[in-house]
């Protein structure tokens, strides 16, 4: 079992930066790959980026690339999601998301991993 909390969210200007944590309970973290998803009002969850559970390989979505970059640190049970020049379209929920299937598992599906938290609020002001 594994329970995830996200934090760090808030507020921002259009061209400004945010860093979302997610911070992981249990010893099995580093097993874990893990991943961010995002919901904007009346759209469905989508893929944000992932990250295996060595932090070796990476995936992002896109239209992100260049400007969210995701990475964990093991030793504190943590993955994060650094985003930069936000954009307003990227206001949405963000999603944390922990899944022990191989990392060539249909990512992009929600179906795919097996535990999520209970997300936090980036809004991006024009």
């Known amino acids: 079992q594994v329970q995830l909390v996200e934090s760090g969210g808030g507020l921002v200007q259009a061209g400004g930066s945010l860093r979302l944590s997610c911070a992981a309970s249990?010893?099995?973290?580093?097993?874990?790959?893990m991943a961010w998803f995002r919901q904007a009002p009346g759209k469905e969850r989508e893929f944000v980026a992932s990250i295996h559970w060595s932090g070796s390989n990476t995936r992002t979505l896109d239209s992100v690339k260049g400007r969210f970059t995701i990475s964990r640190d093991n030793a504190k049970n943590t993955v994060y999601l650094q985003m930069t020049s936000l954009k307003p379209e990227d206001t949405a929920v963000y999603y944390c998301a922990a899944g022990s299937g191989p990392w060539y598992s249909a990512y992009d599906r929600q179906a795919t991993w097996d535990y999520w938290g209970q997300g936090t609020q980036v809004t991006v002001s024009s």
């Open positions: 249990g010893r099995t973290f580093s097993t874990y790959n």
